[in-house]
């Protein structure tokens, strides 16, 4: 089992995704349970796994200024585990009782540690990240010294040298791609940790295919597979609104990297909530539920142009698919 894809279960994307179903289709009518027991497991998630000093929100680290946050959470979450039942009987006493008995053991001993830590007399931290305290650490170190001995469970003393010697040497410390393991505090690979830099410049790539602007397989530049599949790219209410949050990343990332006012001015539709604009709302009510939703004052809601584009981008990309999977494109 995929760890990080298994967590992300348990996350506000899913409770707001839950939520948003809830209030529009009638089949997710009895979410509610399903949704607190999400949030509260993600926030605790969030705290149990803060690694950045300058974190925000439940994902902040522990200090004394936000101790009543995360103690208020540390209890509720305690007091919403030690309630759960399963097949008319409580967590504690069902054989799938794991995963409660973790989380309780897991509250207490970081509430403890953080107060300890944070209070004692000689030297007390400002603040507390409880990711420092993960196995990861020593696990993907492990992993490495096995990997470079050639998997050896057993080095010699001599071969443990070389492969300390060795990983030093690298560039950076990663675990297998295989592994059970995440390297969370590193996502960034160009990023070096080891004592010397062997990063360098990727080198420009030129498809001997390009020829100035024009492609030499014209092929590519046809569109004549969405003809016969018009029919089948009717998009829905849900599909329109997850193509305009998608739409709204992808404008981020275009402005991020291209940063001019003109171009923020033509992609992003900043009056889209104004008192002054509500106008702007009516053509846009049917895709932009969602964003809304989810918006905290940080999300981007693009034009009508652009949401064309991406309309017609995913279009072609389903066209696409439905061709190779029926071995019929040419």
């Known amino acids: 089992m995929s760890v990080p894809l298994a967590v992300q279960v348990l996350s506000s994307s899913v409770a707001d995704a839950l939520q948003f179903l809830q209030t529009c289709n009638n089949n997710f009518n009895n979410v509610t349970a399903t949704i607190e027991f999400i949030r509260i497991f993600d926030r605790l998630f969030d705290i149990m796994n803060a690694r950045n000093s300058f974190g925000k929100g439940f994902k902040s680290p522990m200090k004394l200024s936000n101790q009543f946050v995360w103690e208020e959470v540390f209890e509720s979450a305690k007091s919403y585990i030690l309630q759960l039942n399963c097949e008319e009987k409580n967590i504690l006493q069902h054989r799938r009782k794991t995963f409660a008995l973790g989380f309780l053991i897991n509250i207490l001993s970081y509430k403890n540690l953080a107060l300890d830590l ?29 990997s470079a001995g050639g998997w050896n469970n057993n080095p010699s ?84 609104n997850i193509l305009y949050y998608i739409a709204g990343n992808a404008a981020y990332k275009f402005i991020e990297k291209f940063p001019c006012s003109f171009c923020e001015d033509i ?64």
């Open 267 to 330: 992609i992003l539709n900043k009056d889209m909530f104004s008192k002054d604009h509500n106008y702007l709302l009516i053509p846009l009510t049917d895709y932009v539920s969602f964003t809304n939703f989810k918006n905290r004052g940080k999300l981007k809601f693009v034009s009508t142009f652009i949401f064309d584009i991406i309309l017609f981008t995913e279009k072609c990309y389903q066209a696409y698919s439905s061709n190779i999977k029926n071995n019929n494109f040419k």
């Open 157 to 240: 003393a001599l071969q443990f040298k070389w492969n300390i010697r060795k990983m030093l040497y690298r560039n950076s410390i990663l675990s297998s791609k295989n592994a059970n393991i995440q390297d969370l505090e590193n996502k960034d690979e160009s990023i070096s940790i080891g004592i010397f830099s062997l990063s360098h410049e990727k080198s420009i790539y030129v498809d001997k295919e390009f020829i100035g602007e024009e492609l030499v397989d014209e092929e590519v530049l046809s569109f004549s597979y969405l003809d016969d599949h018009d029919h089948d790219h009717t998009f829905s209410h849900y599909q329109k």
């Open 118 to 146: 944070l209070t004692r007399e000689n030297e007390p931290l400002l603040y507390f990240l409880p990711y420092k305290t993960s196995q990861d650490h020593a696990e993907i170190t492990f992993l490495c010294i096995r």
